[in-house]
């Protein structure tokens, strides 16, 4: 038997089957086209998504909420701080108010004759120690408070300049009647002068920038609020 046979030929195509094919090559490619759009397309298509109406309304809705929610933060941040600030200001009111009550009493037992210091030396104690008795603070909040508790209230409120300093005055306050005066002890006059004069320091260096701060603070919360 030959086994040389040459192959069949295949028939040709005809013209119908041509444009068969070549329609379905052109539906392929268009399926293609809008299953996996270029990055052109893509552009284009949320270009145009977002210049359409509801694109617009969606994207000025996501900006409000964002600028309301940047907006509460910084409202809330304000309150934060102006609440600190008038904490400290009321604490530092107070504790100048006992160091001028203190002043006075420092006068007083400069002025006593020897042997009748001691009463103003113990109301100058009394004063350290906030009462309750014997001493009316400011306001009845800080009544039984004592200056070490008002000054380390201001350390935690963030206050650290001078506060060690001033926490260890108050300390040398409160145990410093080592002079004898009769039958009684005394604060040391001098002793007692400087001891005042370095809380007043201490007071003077917060109330007065912390005032000045809270006024301008104010201003500028009246014009943008």
């Known amino acids: 038997m030959d086994t040389n046979v040459s192959p069949t030929p295949r028939p040709a195509l005809t013209d119908i089957e041509i444009e068969k094919i070549a329609e379905e090559e052109r539906l392929r490619f268009r399926l293609k086209s809008e299953l996996d759009p270029s990055p052109k397309e893509r552009q284009s298509k949320l270009w145009t998504f977002l210049n359409s109406p509801f694109g617009l309304f969606l994207l000025t809705s996501i900006l409000l909420a964002g600028l309301t929610g940047l907006f509460t933060q910084i409202q809330s941040h304000a309150r934060q701080i102006e609440s600190r600030n008038q904490d400290i200001i009321k604490i530092t009111t107070e504790l100048k108010y006992r160091l001028i009550t203190l002043h006075h009493l420092s006068k007083?037992?400069?002025?006593?004759?020897?042997?009748?210091?001691?009463?103003?030396?113990?109301?100058?104690?009394?004063?350290?120690?906030?009462?309750?008795?014997?001493?009316?603070?400011?306001?009845?909040?800080?009544?039984?408070?004592?200056?070490?508790?008002?000054?380390?209230?201001?350390?935690?409120?963030?206050?650290?300049?001078?506060?060690?300093?001033?926490?260890?005055?108050?300390?040398?306050?409160?145990?410093?009647?080592?002079?004898?005066?009769?039958?009684?002890?005394?604060?040391?006059?001098d002793f007692l002068d400087a001891q005042i004069q370095?809380?007043?320091?201490?007071?003077?260096?917060?109330?007065?920038?912390?005032?000045?701060?809270?006024?301008?603070?104010?201003?500028?919360?009246?014009?943008l609020f």
């Not at 001078?162 to 006059?189: C, F, M, W």
């Not at 007043?200 to 007065?208: E, K, M, V």
Request: glycine share 8%; proline share 6%; hydrophobic share 35%.
């Open 108 to 189: 007083e037992m400069q002025k006593a004759a020897p042997g009748n210091k001691s009463g103003a030396s113990l109301f100058v104690w009394y004063t350290i120690r906030g009462g309750p008795e014997n001493y009316r603070p400011s306001i009845p909040e800080f009544s039984a408070v004592t200056t070490y508790g008002l000054v380390s209230k201001l350390r935690l409120l963030g206050v650290t300049n001078g506060t060690d300093q001033a926490l260890n005055s108050v300390t040398a306050l409160e145990d410093g009647q080592t002079e004898l005066d009769g039958n009684s002890k005394i604060y040391p006059q």
């Open 198 to 223: 370095i809380l007043s320091n201490y007071a003077d260096n917060i109330l007065i920038p912390y005032l000045d701060h809270e006024r301008h603070r104010s201003l500028i919360q009246e014009i």
